[in-house]
């Protein structure tokens, strides 16, 4: 666990934390714990980009140049370092996008060339619409099925129901490793070991697991794992598509363009092998280069002493939230992660998030891009507190203190 000390050390790698001047209104708080929705940026991301573009600013893979030779070195060794990261049998299986969102449409898209009608597809009631919509559009185009795995009341996937969806005809299961909504993990080692009984591929959308626990692609056996590197203390813009080298292989290319071919000629284009055949056009070199600081930065205080560190800020908050009068927790009796949701009776989550605000703490209000999970539960939004691992018990306090103070406001 870490020490008072080493959370102080940890804060002051972020400047943003020490100055916040936008949520600095009232009170001088500066709290934030809106990390399921992007975390802040430690000084050496932000300072390796800044590098980059004073010192380095080269495309890359075009010429000979030392500039281009050290970007492209540099892009490589983040490739190999997120390769180690999730444990991914080789670096070709790692390819670059711009994010989750456009991970999952690369993969929907590759995929849709095989899809034909009748097939199925199935995803959870849980998702957010990243992990939605794309497989609504796909089906409805090739006149595929997509079924959806209920949730209880508690917001947990419902197996039984789920063995039976599996059939001969289900080509991919897409799913949340850990949902956005309300933390909970999904028992995703069990569905995947379901699914590929029937030879169905699983896509496994890491974007709220990725900061907080040990992803080992490998030992999981998941076709795909996706997630955005802006939610692991990286830049925005950049994201992950892990896949397994096998699947990638049959992949035709999603866009076209330069970087990713071995020969055009007017007729006929032959492609580059992976993973560059899926990475067209000028990557976000920037990003990459933010990548690979992000990844040093989660490796250096080890992803295991970052996971003990928000579940403990975790059950802390849970201890004191539960005393408040009318307030409903989605879901406590789950396993614990980063992410925690919740309600107080009579009082619609905006009015709440916009008074706290006022006080300087920001965290997010709403259905939180997972409408129909939302629905299904009646509700219209929850308040989303989640942390990240220069959060503090001290700001915990501070935020109990502001909403009861709202609370009396409002109610
Ligand atoms: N899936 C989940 C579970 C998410 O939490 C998010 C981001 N909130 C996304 C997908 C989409 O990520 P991005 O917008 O970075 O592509």
Redesign the pocket.
């Known amino acids: 666990m870490f020490s008072y000390e080493e959370i102080k050390q940890i804060r002051n790698q972020f400047p943003i934390l020490n100055q916040f001047p936008i949520l600095k209104k009232k009170e001088n708080n500066s709290i934030y714990f809106d990390n399921?929705?992007?975390t802040q940026k430690p000084v050496q991301v932000i300072n390796a980009i800044k590098k980059y573009y004073c010192n380095f600013n080269s495309n890359v893979n075009r010429s000979f140049h030392v500039l281009d030779q050290f970007t492209n070195n540099y892009l490589e060794l983040s490739r190999n370092n997120i390769k180690y990261f999730i444990n991914a049998k080789s670096r070709e299986e790692i390819i670059f996008t711009?994010?989750?969102?456009?991970?999952?449409n690369l993969i929907a898209f590759c995929i849709s060339k095989v899809i034909k009608k009748s097939y199925d597809i199935i995803i959870s009631h849980s998702?957010?619409?990243?992990?939605i919509i794309p497989w609504q559009v796909l089906s409805q185009n090739h006149n595929a099925n997509l079924k959806v795995i209920p949730v209880n009341s508690e917001g947990e996937l419902n197996i039984r129901v789920f063995n039976k969806l599996m059939t001969k005809k289900t080509k991919l299961i897409s799913i949340?490793?850990?949902?956005?909504t309300f933390g909970i993990i999904n028992p995703i080692k069990k569905l995947i070991k379901t699914a590929h009984k029937y030879n169905s591929l699983v896509l496994i959308?890491?974007?709220?697991a990725i900061s907080h626990l040990t992803i080992d692609v490998q030992n999981l056996d998941c076709d795909f794992y996706?997630?955005?590197i802006?939610?692991m203390y990286g830049p925005?813009g950049i994201?992950i598509l892990y896949g397994k080298k096998k699947v990638l292989d049959k992949f035709t290319p999603y866009q076209c363009g330069g970087g990713m071919i071995e020969k055009v000629t007017l007729k006929k284009t032959i492609f580059s092998g992976l993973p560059f055949k899926l990475e067209s056009g000028t990557p976000n070199i920037a990003g990459i280069i933010g990548t690979n600081k992000a990844l040093n930065f989660i490796v250096n205080y080890s992803i295991i002493k970052i996971k003990n560190y928000e579940t403990k800020l975790l059950k802390y908050a849970l201890k004191i939230l539960s005393n408040i009068n009318g307030i409903k927790i989605y879901y406590k009796n789950s396993k614990l992660t980063k992410i925690l949701s919740f309600n107080i009776e009579n009082i619609h989550s905006f009015d709440l998030g916009k008074l706290l605000n006022n006080y300087g703490i920001a965290f997010r209000t709403g259905t939180?891009?997972?409408q129909p999970i939302m629905d299904y539960l009646k509700l219209n939004g929850t308040i989303r507190i989640s942390f990240a691992i220069y959060n503090t018990i001290e700001e915990i306090d501070i935020f109990y203190k502001y909403l009861i103070k709202c609370l009396y406001y409002l109610r």
């Open positions: 399921a929705a992007t711009s994010g989750t969102t456009e991970s999952i998702e957010h619409h990243s992990n949340s490793h850990v949902t956005n959308d890491g974007s709220q996706v997630f955005s802006h939610k925005s994201g939180h891009c997972a």
